[in-house]
């Protein structure tokens, strides 16, 4: 059973910084990639990053491409979200997104991320 464990959310002032973890079960086989999606209550869930793991190529959505930074850790199947500069509208649920083999694709519990102003 797949497992996706994150991590790191909290409260933070604006201009602060977040870093988000998450973490696969053991024995879960090398993704084809790693996102993390964020959604406010009452709203779709919002595309932020992901992460080849293959070759390491990320993608970040436009609003935060300066801002934050994905990276992961092969080894322990882990993705991670450095998030600097938070704003406000940075405020949201977090979900870990794996893509794995098989066309399986599993989420985390979210984590809460609040920036007040």
């Known amino acids: 059973q797949v497992q996706l464990a994150e991590s790191g959310g909290g409260l933070v002032q604006a201009g602060g910084s977040l870093r988000l973890t998450c973490t696969a079960s053991?024995?879960?086989?090398?993704?084809?990639?790693m996102a993390w999606f964020r959604q406010n209550t009452g709203k779709a869930p919002q595309f932020v990053a992901d992460?080849?793991?293959?070759?390491?190529?990320?993608n970040l959505m436009d609003s935060v491409k300066v801002r934050f930074l994905i990276s992961r850790d092969n080894a322990k199947i882990a993705v991670y979200l450095q998030m600097n500069s938070l704003k406000p509208e940075d405020t949201a649920v977090y979900y870990c997104?794996?893509?794995?083999?098989?066309?399986?694709?599993?989420w985390g519990q979210g984590t809460q991320v609040t920036v007040s102003f």
């Open positions: 997104y794996a893509n794995l083999p098989g066309g399986l694709g599993y």
């Open positions: 053991p024995r879960t086989p090398s993704p084809f990639a």
């Open positions: 992460i080849s793991w293959n070759d390491g190529v990320s």
